[in-house]
């Protein structure tokens, strides 16, 4: 050791953590590297065994190996996970081997490099890696079935349609192709709705619209809802609340809330053939904890996570209960965390499941639940609203003219921009303006400008098929004073109407 003390200066200068022991494993040096990295200092640790260092974590079998090699006259390499003396964990790089005097080894030397930061960094590049290839299986996934989901909605559009040609049809024929018509294009419209929905949930876009709910209400139309299908299929179907009606009504969004527990009730349908499906909510200091327990088909116990997953389905059977490509209960997920709680799941395969979700209990005292249900008969005057439609499809422009029809409404008629404006520009008497947005020789948003320019306060509602955020943020920035998106919905489009023109 005399040799290796003379040498100590030569090794203080070295970049790298050095440690030699003697032949028993006890320390005599530590380079001036390994007190900057571990925090102790070559006093504390002379004569120790550097075991000391050792985090706990490793397997006993690196150790064993780490002995073989190096009593057996080789050199042992690998990674070693150690703690510092503040009790942080940090890995290592390192080289161990015997220093031999005549065949006998006489000391250890382990030369290190502390490699945390790399370590870190290819951990988190390979949980990236495999986060992105799960996405894509996930993807893919989705991507085979979306052939079918989209193709099995269409089947009954396209075929029943056709259908319908006949001239010797029978009435009762007639309504029940035209019932299946419009199921079809629900469950295809709720298909591209739930991919549109997952979309904004990830990209963090989705909006919140905060207002008095009553929680006793919304559950009582939701035993309604499902009470018949329930009866249908042989299940007892119960529900409970637990606040008075008062103390029921709460500031959230009522139709996320409404969502949730409908995909939630859909899904216990979907998997129960039989026994009972039970709803309802309990208070819970300063939130509200809602569950649906079902006697169905029940969740493997390892997937319990995964069916939270977007694209997610267990073998292709249980996904959500809306026919929406694995997207139901991503969509749930989303939403309750988006209303500040959270959900979990707890089943036994073949037994059943107990969804559970909590969202915060903020109760809005001042106003009774019953002023929520308060309705009026009207939208309009009975003074007659004239109204341009500004839209170059003549399937839309027919099915507006339909869904308004009976609300004491006269129409005037643009296929594009430039009309739009001409028609403005002569005809004062025009209350409000439906503005399709893709449209030949002049578009929308254009148009919308030019019209705000001769009447700023002549109310416009963007129509479009367009969903994105950047769309209707685009549509305000012209002038638009309302936006909604096709299929239009006749309820949300007089709430809209009434909203700008009676206000």
């Excluded at 039989?274 to 509200?288: E, M, P, Q, S, V």
């Excluded at 694995?326 to 059943?352: D, M, P, Q, W, Y």
């Amino acid at each position: 050791m005399d040799q290796l003390t003379k040498s100590s200066a030569y090794l203080d200068q070295v970049p790298a953590i050095i440690i030699v022991t003697d032949s028993f494993g006890d320390i005599e040096y530590v380079s001036p590297l390994f007190t900057e990295h571990t925090g102790y200092s070559n006093d504390e640790v002379t004569g120790k065994n550097p075991r000391f260092l050792q985090s706990g974590l490793m397997p006993k079998a690196v150790y064993e190996n780490l002995w073989q090699t190096i009593l057996s006259g080789r050199v042992w390499r690998g990674e070693l996970q150690n703690k510092k003396k503040t009790g942080e964990l940090f890995w290592e790089k390192a080289v161990i081997s015997g220093i031999q005097n005549d065949g006998v080894i006489t000391n250890f030397l382990a030369i290190k490099e502390d490699i945390t930061a790399e370590k870190q960094l290819r951990d988190e590049l390979i949980a990236s890696k495999s986060l992105a290839e799960e996405r894509d299986r996930l993807k893919s996934r989705f991507l085979h079935n979306i052939s079918h989901e989209i193709r099995t909605p269409m089947n009954g559009i396209l075929g029943f349609a056709h259908l319908l040609k006949n001239p010797h049809l029978s009435k009762e024929d007639m309504f029940l192709y035209t019932d299946i018509i419009r199921m079809s294009g629900e469950r295809l419209l709720n298909l591209v709705d739930n991919y549109t929905l997952i979309s904004s949930i990830e990209a963090d876009e989705m909006k919140v619209q905060i207002t008095p709910t009553s929680i006793n209400e919304l559950l009582r139309d939701l035993y309604a809802t499902f009470n018949p299908e329930m009866i249908n299929k042989g299940l007892l179907f119960n529900y409970s609340i637990s606040l008075s009606e008062d103390e029921s009504v709460i500031e959230t969004d009522g139709g996320k809330l409404s969502r949730i527990l409908t995909n939630l009730i859909q899904n216990a349908l979907k998997f129960t053939s039989n026994g009972k499906i039970d709803f309802g909510y309990t208070r819970k200091a300063d939130f509200l904890e809602f569950y649906v327990s079902d006697s169905g088909i029940g969740i493997p116990e390892d997937q319990t996570e995964n069916i939270f997953k977007p694209f997610y389905s267990i073998d292709s059977i249980l996904s959500s209960g809306d026919d929406g490509g694995g997207l139901g209960l991503a969509i749930t997920k989303g939403f309750v965390e988006i209303l500040g709680g959270s959900i979990r799941v707890n089943s036994v395969e073949g037994a059943g499941s107990n969804f559970v979700f909590s969202i915060p209990y903020c109760p809005v005292n001042t106003i009774s639940h019953l002023l929520l249900t308060t309705k009026t008969d009207e939208f309009f005057p009975r003074s007659t609203l004239c109204i341009l439609l500004v839209e170059d499809d003549s399937t839309s422009t027919l099915l507006l003219e339909q869904m308004l029809k009976g609300e004491n409404i006269t129409f005037l008629y643009a296929k594009n921009g430039f009309e739009a404006v001409e028609l403005v520009e002569h005809h004062p008497e025009i209350s409000l303006v439906l503005m399709d947005i893709k449209m030949p020789i002049m578009n929308g948003y254009d148009a919308t400008r030019r019209i705000k320019e001769q009447r700023p306060q002549l109310p416009v509602i963007a129509q479009t098929a367009f969903t994105a955020k950047e769309e209707r943020e685009r549509a305000i920035q012209a002038g638009c004073n309302g936006f909604i998106t096709k299929p239009i919905k006749k309820s949300e489009l007089l709430e809209l109407m009434k909203e700008l023109i009676l206000n």
